[in-house]
């Protein structure tokens, strides 16, 4: 049975839809990814996927008592807040945990920490930390609150090669365990080492109407941007991936 499911669904902001006519299921075990170009709905879509954003057509079910564990996007930004790395890592898995206060949370987070290899940095402040740093130790943060599904908005951004490599297969592993992923990420790359299938979020030709999403087998994503059937020749934004 999917953990989530999504039926012709429309997502907007006041009552003006962002990203229009989505189909696509989130199950136990496998990744979900999500590309497309800046503004063409996918923090929308994340946003309509996890219940923050209510559909304005079509369904959103989503499982009974399914947790979801989120890591948004990094904003760059700075800030003089005296909160420690552990601060940050707790405070990501009691929001998205919705079960308040846990006895041992810190236990979990560290371990997850971890695994992570960043259990060093846990008394440092946050802030003081590499933007990869930063995206480690949130993202222990979300797999301390044991989610059925884990929520990626551009995981990799501002994270190295060695540590890109120890995500992925951190990842790979979770995904094994039964975890399932929906992951956003401008680099097809990340798309192939963990998606089985994937959303191409394509604007519309006309200006003012939604985008579209087209589901396919993430196998097919290159052959489906080279191709130019999505519209994606316009923008070279997969460079690389071929590598
Ligand atoms: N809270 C909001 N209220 C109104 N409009 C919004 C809101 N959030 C996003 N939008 C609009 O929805 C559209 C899609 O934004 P969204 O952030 O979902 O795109 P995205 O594909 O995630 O972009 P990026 O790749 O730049 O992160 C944009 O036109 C944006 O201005």
């Known amino acids: 049975m999917p953990l989530v499911q999504l039926n012709n669904a429309s997502f907007g902001y006041r009552r003006r839809s962002v990203i229009a006519g989505v189909s696509c299921v989130v199950e136990a075990g496998r990744c979900l990814g999500i590309y497309g170009p800046n503004g063409v709905g996918k923090s929308t879509l994340l946003r309509g996927m996890t219940g923050l954003l209510a559909p304005l057509t079509g369904t959103v079910d989503v499982a009974p008592g399914m947790r979801f564990g989120y890591l948004p996007q990094q904003r760059a930004g700075e800030s003089h807040w005296p909160m420690t790395s552990l601060d940050a890592a ?4 009691s929001a998205q945990a919705r079960f308040g206060f846990l006895r041992g ?7 997850r920490m971890d695994e992570l290899g960043v259990v060093e940095l846990a008394g440092r402040p946050f802030f003081q930390l590499s933007g990869g740093q930063q995206q480690r130790v949130l993202l222990a943060g979300a797999f301390a609150a044991d989610p059925s599904v884990l929520v990626l908005d551009e995981p990799m951004s501002g994270v190295d090669a060695g540590a890109r490599e120890l995500l992925i297969e951190h990842l790979q592993r979770a995904k094994a365990n039964g975890l399932a992923i929906l992951i956003v990420s401008h680099d097809v790359a990340d798309l192939l080492a963990l998606a089985d299938t994937a959303l191409l979020l394509e604007p519309a030709a006309d200006a003012g109407k939604p985008s579209r999403g087209v589901s396919i087998a993430a196998d097919d994503i290159v052959s489906r941007l080279t191709a130019g059937r999505s519209g994606f020749n316009r923008q070279p934004a997969w460079q690389g991936a071929a590598s």
């Open 90 to 93: 707790s405070m990501a898995i």
């Open 105 to 111: 949370r810190q236990e979990r987070v560290l371990s």
